[in-house]
């Protein structure tokens, strides 16, 4: 991917700063999304923590067990998969 000041305008959402008002727009627009940006951040690593917490567990279990085979915590209400 090329740096943003390489990209050519029409892909771009912010044009190069030449203003100071135009400064505090981006400004302004960079806060108001930035704390959804820290809670989707957060929620990533959380995902990614509990993935690799359960590629561990899953390493240390004998292939074809019942273990292996289902995890419990990983079933749906029903009983059924989470992918479908």
């Known amino acids: ?14 044009a190069a700063i030449s203003s100071s008002e135009q400064r505090q727009s981006y400004k302004n627009d960079f806060n108001a999304e930035y704390s959804e940006y820290r809670d989707l951040h957060a929620r990533i690593e959380r995902i990614t923590r509990r993935f690799t917490q359960l590629d561990a567990k ?26 479908t």
Request: charged share 25%.
């Open 1 to 14: 991917s090329k740096p943003i000041h390489q990209t050519p305008f029409p892909c771009r959402k912010y």
């Open 58 to 83: 899953l390493k240390q279990l004998l292939q074809g067990s019942e273990e292996y085979k289902v995890e419990p915590e990983l079933k749906t209400p029903q009983g059924g998969s989470p992918c």
